[in-house]
């Protein structure tokens, strides 16, 4: 059964920091590519950060790069999103995402999210 199991969210001052974490279970974690994605509340879904199988690459969104910090760790299935300098408009619920391409079918796996409120 492929679980992905966000958790880190929670209520954070403007300008303050969280670690979100993604633990995953149910699949060859090492074969996907993990992403994280948010949805504000009336918005599309929109991509924040993503990294590569093997963590050899990552790519960011314009509204979070050089504050938002994409890492996975293999050997304990997880991914994680650091996440300094939050503003209110990083209030969203964040959303986990595994996927890979396999002879040509596309593997895609969600998470449930987790919600982050920067407010004062």
């Known amino acids: 059964q492929v679980q992905l199991v966000e958790s880190g969210g929670g209520l954070v001052q403007p300008g303050g920091s969280l670690r979100l974490s993604c633990a995953a279970s149910?699949?060859?974690?090492?074969?996907?590519?993990m992403s994280w994605y948010r949805q504000a509340p009336g918005k599309k879904r929109e991509l924040v950060a993503g990294i590569t199988s093997v963590g050899d690459n990552t790519n960011y969104s314009d509204s979070v790069k050089g504050r938002f910090t994409i890492s996975r760790d293999n050997a304990k299935n997880t991914v994680y999103l650091q996440m300094i300098g939050l503003k209110p408009e990083d209030t969203a619920v964040y959303f986990c995402?595994?996927?890979?391409?396999?002879?040509?079918?596309?593997?895609?796996?969600w998470g449930q999210g987790t919600q982050v409120t920067v407010s004062s």
């Open positions: 995402n595994a996927v890979r391409w396999w002879i040509g079918r596309k593997y895609d796996y």
């Open positions: 149910g699949f060859t974690f090492s074969s996907y590519g």
